[in-house]
């Protein structure tokens, strides 16, 4: 099959590997149909997630045809259009028990924290991911999802991470009617989670990133005030006063460590991979949200260290909830929302790639050229 390659830091490709196997009798290989590639796949592109090998494939996001399953797979069958959550996990487990799918503990050696995520380095279990013709998908009776048949396949693709972590941050925030919501971050995920916000209830909805035309989207896809954060000589104190000097309810942290690595590692190339990255979006989360408030964060921290201003968010009282999304738990609410005409997920696609071009796709995404939003990633493109 042909699938994207991990080469190094900036450097990927496309070349022919083997069809995964069956592994265990749980598992289900699927033929991609439509992948994607996600801000947090800068991270491994960059070099800056600690184990990504050589020769890894990268995707989290992807939908696809089942090919094959396992002996004991039941609740799929070859032909099936699945759509598949970027979390792999048991289902079983004391933390599956409780819906924390993210956080399974049967599936990543590694796990500390996190549960298995496709094609995110071996921290995170060393699974290949979507970004290729063909994927092994374990535990294919839990994860795996049959697309309703009137879902766009775009849609469904977008569902696999991008809008259910969005919506889950809005979630995380605990927005009650009428509260004033900030999102540090207009990429796909700070745009659904700003849309996500007025179906909770917000009052008001405002929208932080320093790139114009992801501004424009805010405005025009979630219907958010917006702010361009480089023409201000300090965020805060801006967030502050068009908030009566209170301060927001609720603030989203919808951009984590930055993609491009921080300061400490372009001046020394330290060989560290810091991916507690700079903190810079949940420091300004800790002191524009309003004493009392809530801070939601669904960015890509990483585990080392981070210098946050925990005191400050001690002595303000706030609220700090985070945790990578359990997808499929979003889903049924998602799905209405979707199937009433709420939300059209696709609209911030901005390119579809053939697979062949995928170094080019990761290249336009990563410079944020082409006024590029969300690129999908077509594996049987002619």
């Known amino acids: ?26 598992d289900a290989i699927v033929r991609v149909t439509m992948a994607a590639i996600c801000g947090s796949d800068l991270h491994l592109y960059h070099g ?9 494939t990268f995707g989290h996001e992807f939908i696809g045809v089942v090919e094959q399953v396992g002996s004991s797979v039941q609740n799929l069958k070859v032909g099936d259009r699945v759509m598949v959550p970027f979390n792999i996990y048991c289902g079983s487990c004391f933390f599956c028990a409780r819906g ?18 496709y094609g995110y380095s071996h921290t995170c279990g060393g699974y290949d991911g979507g970004q290729s ?20 396949d775009e849609d469904a693709l977008l569902c696999t ?25 207009a990429g796909p995920v ?3 989670a700003a849309k996500s916000a007025w179906f909770m209830g917000a009052g008001r909805v405002i929208v932080i990133d320093h790139l114009d035309y992801r501004l424009e989207k805010a405005r025009t896809f979630a219907h958010a ?65 309003r004493k009392g408030g809530t801070i939601s964060v669904m960015g890509a921290y990483g585990p080392l260290f981070s210098a946050v201003k925990f005191g400050d968010a001690m002595n303000k009282g706030l609220t700090l909830r985070m945790n990578q999304a359990p997808v499929k738990r979003q889903w ?21 790639i053939p697979l062949e071009h995928i170094a080019e796709g990761y290249h336009i995404f990563s410079a944020k050229l082409d006024g590029c939003i969300k690129p999908i990633i077509l594996p049987n493109a002619s």
């Open 133 to 152: 013709e063909y994927v092994r998908v374990p535990f294919a009776d839990v994860g795996p999802s049959l697309i309703p048949d009137w879902m766009d």
């Open 100 to 117: 924390l799918y993210s956080n399974c503990h049967n599936v990543n050696p590694n796990a500390t924290a996190v549960g298995g995520i």
């Open 48 to 56: 800056m997630m600690p184990d990504t090998r050589v020769g890894m």
């Open 190 to 192: 700070g745009l659904y």
């Open 225 to 289: 005030e917006t702010y361009n954060f480089t023409e201000y000589d300090d965020i805060v104190v801006h967030l502050k006063k068009i908030t009566d000097y209170i301060g927001a309810d609720r603030v989203i942290d919808a951009v984590g460590a930055e993609a491009d690595g921080n300061f400490l590692q372009h001046v020394t190339s330290t060989k560290l991979k810091l991916q507690g990255g700079s903190p810079i979006a949940l420091n300004w989360a800790i002191d524009g949200v």
């Open 1 to 26: 099959m042909r699938a994207m390659v991990y080469r190094g830091p900036y450097r990927v490709r496309v070349e022919e590997k083997d069809i995964p196997p069956i592994e265990h009798p749980n």
């Open 332 to 352: 049924p609410r998602l799905f209405e929302h979707i199937r009433n005409g709420y939300l059209k997920p696709n609209d911030i696609v901005t390119h579809r």
């Open 161 to 185: 991470d991008a809008l259910s972590t969005g919506y889950f941050g809005a979630q995380l925030a605990d927005i009650v009617e009428g509260d004033v919501v900030v999102v540090l971050g």
